[in-house]
Each structure stands twice: as C-alpha cells, then as structure tokens.
C-alpha cells in the first residue's frame, strides 16, 4: 500500500521542481496529455482575438469590408476583409487591449467602434479571447437630399451653403450599453444652393435605410453674407428630420432664413448716434454737430438702401438744405453728410429720416433736431435780428411799428428760460413822445419792460398765398433763437425810424429779483447780462389774414 502511494507522488515532485514550458502559448504546460492530470501555466504574452459579421440594413451579408484596427493611438497595421457571409477575424490581438475597429466600404457608410480583448477568466489569466462585434451594419450611400432654401423675404437663397449630418448611418446590433455608447458612424455631406435656391447633399442614405437604424438628418445652413463685405445678410438655419419623415420623399419641408438680427429686435428703430433727439433725447449737448461734420445714425437692424429718406431744413423748415445720406454696415448704419457751409454756429436744424427694415420690412420715421457748435467751444450770446409783425394792411399803419404789433428778437445761438421767469425788453428810446426816456413802460430807467417770450418756430414765417408750409412737422426743442414781445406805445415808428431803434434785453434785473442762471445757451451757460441790439425791419403782413 505504500510502495503505491510512493510511486503516484514521485512524478508530480519530479515536475514541480522543474521549469515547464508553454510554447505554443496555449496556457498548458507541454507534454501533459492526461486531462486528470493538467498544469496551467500563466502566459507571458497573452492573446487573443477579434472578429465580428458585417451587414447591411436588411441584415444581408456585405462582403468585402475593410475592417482596420487601432489600439490607442497607434495603428497596429492589423486589418481584414469580410467574406461572403459577411464575417472577419483577426488574430494575435494583445489581450486585454482596447481596440477601435473601422469598418469602411466604398459606396457605404463607415463606422468605429471599440470594443476590449478578454484577458482572463475570473482571476485567472487566459489566451484566445474573443472580442465579437457585431452584427454591424452599414449604411448604403447612393441617395441625395434635396431642400428648398429661401431668404427672410421668401426669395431662392442662392449660393446659400449647407452641412448635412447623417446621424446613425451604421449600427453594432446587439452591442451591450457601453458598446452602443462606443459606437460612431456619422455622414457629412457639403451643398451650395443653386439658381433656384435648391440645396442637394448626395452620397447620403436614404431615408428608408436610415429609418431602420432610426437615425436622423440634421441640417446647418450658414448665415448669407451676399455682397462680401463681412457683415451677414441673413441669420442661419437648423433643423433634424428622421429617416422616417423623409421615407415617401427626397425633399424636405421649406427651409427658410432667418433674419440676421433675432426676432426681438421688433420694429426697426434707432440705437444711437451723435444726435440723440432721434432717440429722444433732448439734452443740447448731445444733439451738437461741429460745423463740416456728418450726422452719424444707428440702427438695431439693417435698413433697405433705397428706402432711405432724409430731409434737412433750417429752425424754420421752410426749405430742405442739400444733403446727401449714405448706407453702411450691412444697412445697421447711415451717415448724413450736410452740403459745406449748411451747418452753422449757433443754429438750429430739423432732420426727418424715414426708413424702412430690410428685414420685416417694418416702416420707421422719425424727426428730430440738432445745434451747430462744438461742445467745448461756447459762444458768447447776441442779438442778430429784430424785426416786427405787420399785421396792417391800410397806409401809414401799414408801413410804420404801431401799439399791439409783435416784435420778434433773434438770438445768436438758441437760448431757454429755466425758471419760468421771463426777461423783459427796454427801448433807449422815447416812447411816448414826451422829450424824455424813462417815464413809460418799456423805457431804459423804468421799472416796468415789454415781457419777452419764447417764439419757438413751428412754421415758416408766412409771406405768400397759400401760405408757406414747413418741409416736414417740427419737433420742439425748447431752445430756440426767436423770442417775442409786443409793443405797447403811443408814439409809432416809421420805417426810417426804426432803423435805428435801440432796445436791451435786460437779463440782469432777474438776478435784481432773486432769479440767478435764469437763462441759458445750448453750451450750458448762464445767461446773466444784458444784450443789446439795433435797428428793426418790417415782416411783411401775412396776405392770408384779412
């Protein structure tokens, strides 16, 4: 019984204390046939394999398929050809490597997939692996897409640019989750729409065989810029179809532009410029234009070049002054350029822009107004113009400044009472025709003058019939050159005498009665002195007015 046990043990002690081998990497020790009696050997260089079938959409076997592989980033120069069934293999694939795997046909979609090589069975390391993939599948490329590309305003876009994704063009059927979310198989097709605005991407699937995979189509239309000037015509577009909708047709729905500025842009309106009365803004400082400068208007939208309109006229609007107004900046910008020597020191000017969106097409008109100066260049204030209203039509009446007629005094520069106090008028002239000055109302020395108000012109001044109108309607600015007073006297002027008419607008005796910085100019500054003028002139009787 002994002798027995003695002999079973020897062998196995003899071969422990040797070094086996395993030559052919099949995990066995060489030389040990007897499966009751079978040492497993760990592999210094385990391998396995890969392989997998390949098929098309209607799960036919697709033979000759190029199936390249990659570990990392490297290419591993390994690569096989599907047969006829559809089927590869590749052997000697390190164990336990990741490997992506490209599948490639001319005329099919390609698809990459990774996938790892087994390299042991529980704890135990292993040759021979097996990574499958598949089924895969592959998408035929012989179909197109065709899509009806229009502008915003419903016109064939043409030379617009497209980029078709095909979403889902292959497949690994079967895959577990982490396989499916390793699997990509995209198509990219670029298109330029034609004369008619048509837009085809080929070498595409076709919507049936895309169905199947439940994939999609996502276009992307780029934002036109038609004229090159950089700045875009219209917005883009995007949009996915699946393979489903487009099953029964090649063509999809309309596909028109968007605008090139959001839909919250609204009407179209102005955002800025160096004349903020177009926005609203009444501030003189902010509506200043130096002499020789242009008048510069920003839109929140592109304008129509031809529907640009701009009208110019003078604080009195009776006639439109040369301009000339130009489009910019796709349309976002017009620079208005009065004629040399239109803008003035010291003037007030009226503009009208009409316009309309070039996208929309929502209708704008605005008026709006402007003062000649610089801002850091104030002037002092003067007077450069008195004249009176005849309102007489019956000789010597009719020729001479009587009691109750309006005398209209110019300034040189626009001017506005802040107070609600009014500065008062003194002739240095004897009124009453009493051989001394002082002793009636609007006499320089007495305590009481003419009341002057503001005239602010909302009309040209009438001389004809029908009677003048203003180029376009006035937006006040309440700064203005023209203020009023009415003579009160017992003696007239005649036409020579009032040549030579001396009056003073006394803006001290304000501050005499409390009221400092009563007044001031469009620069900004108090107006606390007097000014003087001389000598009148007749304004012809409005004809219109019995």
């Known amino acids: 019984?002994?002798?027995?046990?003695?002999?079973?043990?020897?062998?196995?002690?003899?071969?422990?204390?040797?070094?086996?081998?395993?030559?052919?990497?099949?995990?066995?020790?060489?030389?040990?046939?007897?499966?009751?009696?079978v040492s497993v050997v760990v592999p210094s260089t385990p391998k396995g394999t890969v392989s997998g079938q390949v098929l098309t959409t209607t799960l036919q076997p697709l033979a000759d398929v190029t199936?390249?592989?990659?570990?990392?980033?490297?290419?591993?120069?390994k690569s096989a050809t599907?047969?006829?069934?559809?089927?590869?293999?590749?052997?000697?694939?390190?164990?336990?490597?990741?490997?992506?795997?490209?599948?490639?046909?001319?005329?099919?979609?390609?698809l990459r997939a990774t996938s790892t090589v087994p390299s042991s069975a529980g704890t135990v390391p292993i040759n021979n692996g097996n990574a499958s993939f598949g089924p895969v599948t592959l998408t035929q490329l012989n179909s197109s897409l065709s899509v009806n590309v229009v502008t915003p305003q419903g016109r064939p876009a043409v030379g617009a640019k497209g980029v078709l994704e095909v979403d889902k063009a292959g497949s690994v059927i079967l895959g577990n989750a982490d396989r499916a979310a390793s699997v990509v198989s995209k198509v990219y097709v670029e298109a330029t729409a034609d004369s008619n605005g048509v837009m085809t991407f080929t070498g595409v699937p076709s919507g049936v065989e895309l169905a199947r995979l439940n994939g999609s189509y996502n276009l992307w239309i780029a934002p036109m810029d038609s004229n090159g000037d950089g700045v875009v015509d219209t917005g883009g577009y995007a949009k996915s179809y699946s393979g489903a909708a487009i099953v029964g047709t090649q063509v999809t729905a309309l596909a028109q532009l968007a605008y090139s500025k959001p839909s919250s842009a609204g009407n179209l309106a102005i955002e800025g410029g160096n004349v903020a009365s177009l926005k609203g803004d009444f501030e003189p400082l902010r509506n200043m234009v130096r002499p020789g400068e242009s008048v510069y208007v920003y839109f929140n939208q592109p304008v129509q070049p031809g529907s640009l309109v701009v009208r110019l006229t003078d604080e009195y609007a009776k006639e439109g002054l040369p301009v000339t107004a130009s489009v910019n900046v796709g349309?976002?910008?017009?620079?208005?350029?009065?004629?040399?020597?239109?803008?003035?020191?010291?003037?007030?000017?009226?503009?009208?822009?009409?316009?309309?969106?070039?996208?929309?097409?929502?209708?704008?008109s605005q008026t709006g107004f402007f003062f000649g100066g610089d801002q850091g260049s104030p002037r002092a204030l003067s007077i450069t113009d008195i004249r009176y209203q005849e309102t007489s039509s019956i000789a010597p009446a009719s020729s001479q400044l009587n009691s109750g007629e309006t005398v209209y005094v110019t300034f040189s520069a626009p001017i506005k009472a802040l107070l609600g106090t009014t500065a008062q008028v003194f002739f240095n002239e004897d009124l009453d025709g009493n051989g001394a000055v002082g002793n009636v109302q609007g006499e320089v020395g007495n305590a009481q003058g003419f009341?002057?108000?503001?005239?602010?012109?909302?009309?040209?001044?009438?001389?004809?019939?029908?009677?003048?109108?203003?180029v376009f309607?006035?937006?006040?600015?309440?700064?203005?050159?023209?203020?009023?007073?009415t003579y009160v006297g017992s003696t007239p002027f005649s036409q020579t005498q009032i040549g030579s008419l001396k009056l003073k607008v006394e803006f001290s005796r304000l501050i005499q009665q409390g009221y400092v910085d009563a007044y001031e100019t469009i620069w900004g500054q108090a107006i606390n002195e007097d000014v003087s003028g001389t000598g009148m002139v007749m304004q012809q009787k409005n004809p219109n007015i019995p």
């Open 451 to 470: 009341p002057l108000f503001s005239a602010e012109p909302t009309a040209p001044y009438v001389t004809s019939t029908p009677g003048e109108r203003p």
């Open 82 to 110: 599907t047969d006829a069934s559809g089927n590869f293999v590749m052997k000697d694939v390190p164990a336990g490597a990741e490997v992506l795997l490209t599948f490639s046909k001319s005329g099919y979609s390609t």
């Open 331 to 364: 349309g976002y910008s017009v620079t208005i350029t009065p004629a040399s020597g239109v803008v003035q020191e010291g003037k007030e000017y009226n503009i009208f822009i009409r316009a309309s969106a070039a996208e929309g097409g929502s209708n704008y």
């Open 1 to 37: 019984m002994k002798k027995h046990v003695l002999m079973a043990v020897l062998p196995l002690l003899a071969w422990g204390c040797g070094d086996p081998t395993d030559a052919d990497n099949d995990g066995v020790a060489d030389g040990i046939r007897d499966p009751n009696n």
């Open 67 to 77: 199936v390249a592989m990659t570990i990392g980033s490297q290419p591993t120069g």
């Open 473 to 485: 309607g006035i937006t006040p600015s309440t700064y203005t050159t023209r203020y009023s007073f």
